[in-house]
């Protein structure tokens, strides 16, 4: 089975940046479609962005043209670069992988915290 752990969360000032890792481990990682989620105390988890097998991407409009979602199949691992941060981005941020091209089912990793604040 598949395990996700994700790292490079932390607290940032407003305006900063911050780049998210996702690290995939015991299956074939290329195939997974992979999504980044936020959890904000509260609030229910949403989606910020997507990634498929084949590279296509897309974001929720709250984060478009500040956060970027990649992927590094050599290293089994998907990166969200996230510049111009704003308060509002504070939360627990999960990846998720998915196969058949979806993430309706799929596996979580455990999240990373990201605290935007002066």
């Known amino acids: 089975q598949v395990q996700f752990v994700e790292s490079g969360g932390g607290l940032v000032q407003p305006g900063g940046s911050l780049r998210l890792s996702c690290a995939a481990s015991?299956?074939?990682?290329?195939?997974?479609?992979m999504g980044w989620y936020r959890q904000a105390p509260g609030k229910q988890r949403e989606l910020v962005a997507t990634?498929?097998?084949?590279?296509?991407?897309a974001y929720a409009d709250s984060v478009k043209g500040r956060f970027t979602i990649s992927r590094d199949n050599t290293k089994n691992r998907v990166y969200l670069q996230m510049n111009s941060l704003k308060p509002e981005d504070t939360a627990v941020y999960y990846c998720?992988?998915?196969?058949?091209?979806?993430?309706?089912?799929?596996?979580w990793g455990q999240g990373t915290q990201v605290t935007v604040s002066s």
């Open positions: 015991g299956s074939i990682f290329s195939i997974y479609t």
């Open positions: 998720k992988g998915g196969l058949g091209g979806t993430l309706e089912i799929g596996y």
């Open positions: 990634i498929t097998s084949g590279g296509r991407t």
